[in-house]
């Protein structure tokens, strides 16, 4: 019962661990009670069509093809006569919902959104759809609601398509795109007809948004250079020519609408996006119509230095790049509504072309909607922090917001229209430093409070195990804690202290030394070869260890699992094309193995009845899996779609892994057969590997001269270990418990997989299949240390309270390592880490009971008759 509550104890703790890294780094920097601000002037257009590609890549619109023409024509002709262009840059996570969430409402995504798929926020937001008069919008089922949902009022009207027509194995996805385009037709024909609507679109502020899901569906499914790509981009292109002038002949080419062209993000090579590749990060923007510079050229060089303009063939026009979020206060300016309130967009004014008294009053209307942002948070965390203590950003005090605001407002009245908008720009700077300063206000001390937990937490669990394996040393211990009171009670010299505190040092070395343990596992995080210079290295285990001369056969066959899994750590992690040939290998390999090697064990123990059927069909399942993903492959790449008798083999095969195994008997190496199945070459090498390990470590304890050792083929799992025998901790456990934590760390997973379940797209059941199919390595390694545990007879909570350590500290290096500032991606990619870590130490906590279960449960179905030998 008390490693019961002691597991339970250590599961809540590490979640608060997890937990902790998204209040300190993730909290949504929303804040709300901000007033509107708004351009005095008249804007230039009275309604705005945007038009979001999603998933269109920048040089895929801007370079042209290898016969020298452009994939766009009409788009490439408003750049060069009558609009003017830029790169807009996006930030990680570059997926749907952050895009458009930054296009349209200004501001960078609350991470918190992941859990809900990026479909719905977890914070009210506004944006440029809430502040519009009217809005109509066409596209997914996926991106539309979310800003429906948070709109005020009832002015914000969305179309969608079923959801089933996502279909990453649909024929052509481009349908998604003739779609939306059909029904935007329809309603502007219809508004001739219908004089209540054509008086509603009359009416200034008003927005028409199109998201084009096509091109993102067709690079998922086809790759970015795909024929179905490119040729989504010029299905893309015919269509807003034609709904530019179906709205230009309905208005009567009034000269007050002002489009913009952008997407929400890129695209790698190999189809995915998500991370902070250039390809994902740089997205087209286009701005045309009212209110905007037309196309400017330009003699001398320009002042980007990404070498783009010249393979795009567009260095005579200028070119201005923007931040995603600069997209929404731009759009506000062009129909004169108020930027939305949590935007941090900078006004970019190098796309307006209007006087310049219009420039400085937008950008003044841009810098204070940023500064009552500040002012909000200031006044939230002064209310939170007692007085004497609080700190406020003393580059933006109230005196001198105070003076910027009034400088601005005077510069403007005097005409002095350059250092205004030089003067706002400076401001908003300082007040987005400012909203930092005071979203970060705290993070140091509960940084403080986390290490602390850690460290407790860590040498707590270090006791436990001197406890277990060591004599007490209470009386030392109390006597320790004596003396300090004492110290502190006498108020005792200062070189008392100095000799009271000579431990710290001592104890920071032996933390030192920890850390440099687990520096091969931190390492292999950033740079994937050092799981292949690991595994070498434990590949000469048994050579130094001198069990080579005593076990020649399985030291050899422990030297080339472990040189063979090395290989796979040097495999790219994306952009590789699927091997299917690899997948088919890899059942016949399977095949063979387990048949080989239950043909060895028959002869020593008779297998039972319903562990023959259990075999037959363990095999049978094996072939057919081996076969589904070849058929499910050869099916998609024919456009076929995904055959429903290849879905229904791999739901069921799936449900069946955890069911199977149990039916077996519980002796080791028939239940680990029954566990074991898979369906790609690397989980047959790490199984091979495994089953190496549990024998050399038998050879190990022959070795070390442990009595009490058993015959592998006599061990079961359901038998409890007698306490009597289980043995003192020995260095060699700790060596044992530190393979387990390194061969964790190898994991590798095609999410291309998942098209044999599902096409359709589902983040939830899509993402659930991906960490299932990283969770299968280290179902395998923990059921080889559950294995190991048994057959070496220590006690298993002494063996996982070892790896708990080591990854608890390697989670403390981590959590150090964890940054806000650089690039995107290195925040990103720092944070991930320490989420990874976590998650793998809290996996090892629920795997530890589940692999119990799978090891040492039994079902039966039917009664049989009492045999020696279940």
Known sequence: MRMIMFFLVGLLVHVIFFISIFDIYFTSPLVHGMAPQVSPLPPPASRLLLVVADGLRADSLYKPDANGSTRAPYLRSVMEETGSWGVSHTRVPTESRPGHVALIAGFYEDVSAVAKGWKENPVEFDSVFNESRHTWCWGSPDILPMFAKGASGDHVYTYTYPAEREDFASTDASRLDTWVFDEVKSFLQSARVNSSLMSSLQKDQNVFFLHLLGIDTNGHAHRPMSQEYLENIRLVDSGVKELVSMVEDLFGNDGRTAYVFTSDHGMTNWGSHGAGHPSETLTPLLVWGAGVHTAQRVTEPQKYSDGYLQEWQLEGLRRVDVNQADIAPLMSSLIGVPIPLNSVGVLPLQYLNNSDQFKAESMYSNAIQILEQFKVKMAQKKETTLSFLFTPYQLLTESRQAEFINKARVLIQLEEYEEAISLCRSLIGHALEGLSYYHTYDRFFLGCSVVLGFTGWTSYVVLVILKTHAKSQTEMQRATLLIGMFL????????????????????????????????????????????????????????????????????????????????????????????????????????????????????????????????????????????????????????????????????????????????????????????????????????????????????????????????????????????????????????????????????????????????????????????????????????????????????????????????????????????????????????????????????????????HILTSGRVSLWRTRKMHFP
Request: hydrophobic fraction near 50%.
């Open 488 to 851: 502190i009670i006498q108020r005792s010299p200062v070189t008392y202290y100095i000799y009271c505190l000579l431990p710290v040092p001592v104890w920071y070395s032996v933390l030192k030394d920890c850390y440099c343990v687990c520096l091969p596992q931190v390492l292999s995080f950033f740079y994937r070869a050092m799981l292949t210079v690991g595994l070498a290295v434990l590949s000469l285990w048994p050579l130094l260890s001198g069990l080579y001369s005593k076990a020649k056969f399985r030291s050899v066959s422990w030297v080339l699992c472990c040189l063979f899994l090395a290989t796979f750590p040097m495999m790219p992690v994306v952009g590789r094309e699927a091997n299917i040939h690899i997948v088919t290998c890899a059942g016949v390999l399977s095949l063979f193995i387990s048949t080989f090697y239950l043909w060895l064990a028959r002869k020593r123990t008779t297998l039972h009845l319903t562990d023959r059927y259990l075999l037959i069909f363990q095999v049978t399942n094996v072939s057919v899996c081996a076969y589904v993903p070849t058929s499910t492959h050869s099916s998609l790449q024919l456009k076929q779609g995904l055959p429903l008798l290849n879905q229904m083999i791999s739901w069921t095969t799936l449900g069946s892994s955890l069911f199977v195994p149990l039916l077996s008997s519980t002796r080791l190496f028939h239940r680990l057969l029954k566990i074991v199945r898979s369906e790609a070459l690397f989980p047959p090498v790490l199984s091979w590997l495994m089953f190496v390990w549990i024998n050399i470590e038998q050879e190990a304890m022959l070795s070390q001269g442990i009595s009490g050792r058993q015959e592998l083929s006599t061990l079961d799992f359901s038998e409890n270990i007698d306490i009597t025998k289980i043995r003192q901790l020995k260095l060699d456990d700790i060596r044992r418990s530190y393979f387990f934590v390194s061969f964790s760390l190898v994991t590798l997973f095609d999410p291309a997989s998942v098209y044999c379940f599902l096409t359709v797209f589902n983040p939830f059941i899509m993402g659930g299949l991906m960490m299932w199919k990283v969770i299968i390595p280290f179902i395998i390694v923990m059921c080889t240390f559950e294995t190991i545990q048994v057959s070496t007879q220590l006690s298993s909570r002494s063996l996982f309270l070892i790896v708990l350590v080591i990854s608890d500290l390697m989670a403390l290096h981590f959590f150090f390592l964890v940054q806000d500032y650089g690039s995107w991606l290195d925040i990103g990619t720092s944070i991930s880490h320490y989420v990874i870590v976590m998650s793998m130490t809290i996996f090892l906590m629920l795997l530890s009971l589940m692999t």
